[in-house]
Structures are given as C-alpha cells and as structure tokens.
C-alpha cells in the first residue's frame, strides 16, 4: 500500500511562474482579440486551483484512512496466527 506516493509529495505541475507567465501569455492574446477576458481565466485558473487542493486534501485522507485499516489487518493477522499456534 505504500508503493504509491500521495499526490501530495509531487509538486505542482505548473510551478507558479509558469501560471504567471500563462497569465500574461493570455493578456497578450487578449488584446490581439481572444474572446475571453484575462480576468476571467485567472479566476477560472484559481477556481482550478481551489478544486485541485481540495481533491489532493481528500486523496491524502484517504491514502492515511488505507494505511490505517492496513495496519489493522495486519494487527489481526498477527493474532489470527498467534490464536492458532
């Protein structure tokens, strides 16, 4: 169960000067006329974010709830065993 790494322990994807540089990217386009204001991607890039840490919040709660029922089961084989000798 701990062969995989939480997704916590990987960095981000984008590292914050990549979204800053996208951010700038996309102002640049706009003014040659994309139809998407900038604002409203960076807020649907912080929205995104926002979702993103609180998905990874919840697959860490679950990764640590694993590790515990797998301790457990472990506890109980070792009994199981102990019982039967």
């Not at 984008?14 to 960076?42: F, M, Q, V």
């Not at 709660?61 to 089961?73: F, G, S």
């Amino acid at each position: 169960s701990t062969a995989n790494a939480p997704e916590e322990d990987t960095p981000n994807r984008y590292s914050r000067t990549d979204r800053t540089a996208y951010s700038r990217y996309s102002r640049d386009a706009n003014s040659s006329g994309s139809s998407i204001p900038s604002n409203a991607l960076e807020k649907r890039i912080e929205e995104l974010e926002r979702e993103l840490a609180k998905e990874r919040q919840e697959n860490a709660r679950l990764m640590k709830m694993t590790q515990d029922k797998d301790e457990v089961i472990g506890k109980l084989k070792e009994e199981i065993d102990l019982l039967n000798r």
